[in-house]
């Protein structure tokens, strides 16, 4: 029997996802194997990772061309949800033993162009903190949930932490990204959860703002159905997926 108490085992439970998430995963993997996963290349991961970039930009509120962004261009959001998947990688060791510090270097790479050097990875709200710190807690325990299951629920969960002043969302989609490889759903990062989720923009930032003021169980459902949707839309969207 589960621990009652893990959150990402009781949400892997919920009506309907299940199915969901598992549709999600066969479709992942179906473009990682069609195309062959150890034929990806470093170029298919950076392109992954610039195309991410541009889409949570986006959802930042701030479009940009990735090719533009890749070359220099773009505003302050975009350019740090660049250097946000520049080092996003290198972050996997630190993320696995201490996921808040790895949290507030992300915010320090999002926020650099934003705010003061002396606010870059520092949360302003305790509440938040205390909020990220039982994250982190639940992330150590282990737990027997899918890995997109666990992906979701930290990008809902640092969002609604909201610990630091600004690029919360940036910070919770990096995060996203980096349980995707390191729970090996994703291990080579070439799908785009990012462009998954701007592909239903609507939809995610209602959902989103609904578990952040509610943080119910059934907003929760809610997400994680959207986030099954929005992984394999991500998939669909990968370098390595076949173009019609």
């Known amino acids: ?30 473009v990682l194997r069609d195309r062959g996963l150890r034929r990806s290349t470093p170029e298919d991961t ?5 195309l991410g970039a541009a889409a ?7 479009g940009v061309d990735p090719d533009v962004l ?5 505003g302050p959001v975009a350019r740090g949800a660049l250097r946000v998947s520049g080092e996003l990688l290198g972050l996997l060791r630190q993320w696995r033993h201490s996921p808040v510090q790895a949290i507030a270097r992300l915010h320090a790479l999002a926020a650099a162009d934003s705010v003061p050097a002396e606010q870059l990875g520092r949360p302003v709200d ?61 291990p080579a990062s070439v799908t785009i959860p990012e462009a998954g989720h701007a592909a239903q923009a609507g939809a995610y930032h209602a959902l989103l703002d609904d578990y952040r003021s509610s943080s119910t169980q059934e907003a929760l459902h809610a997400w ?21």
């Open 46 to 50: 950076a392109r992954s990772l610039l």
């Open 224 to 244: 994680l159905l959207h986030a099954a949707t929005a992984y394999t839309r991500g998939a669909e969207l990968s370098p390595l997926a076949p173009r019609s």
């Open 1 to 30: 029997m589960s621990d009652p108490s893990d959150l990402f085992a009781v949400s892997a439970r919920l009506e309907g996802v299940p199915s969901a998430v598992r549709a999600a995963r066969d479709g992942i993997d179906a």
């Open 126 to 186: 305790a509440d938040g903190v205390a909020r990220l710190q039982d994250l982190a807690r639940r992330l150590a325990a282990g737990t027997a949930a899918p890995g997109l299951v666990v992906a979701a629920v930290v990008h809902a969960e640092i969002v609604a932490a909201a610990a630091f002043e600004s690029h919360n969302d940036v910070v919770a989609r990096a995060a996203e990204r980096l349980v995707l490889v390191e729970s090996g759903v994703d």
């Open 70 to 74: 890749a070359s220099g261009g773009g």
């Open 56 to 62: 949570s930009a986006g959802l930042a509120g701030e």
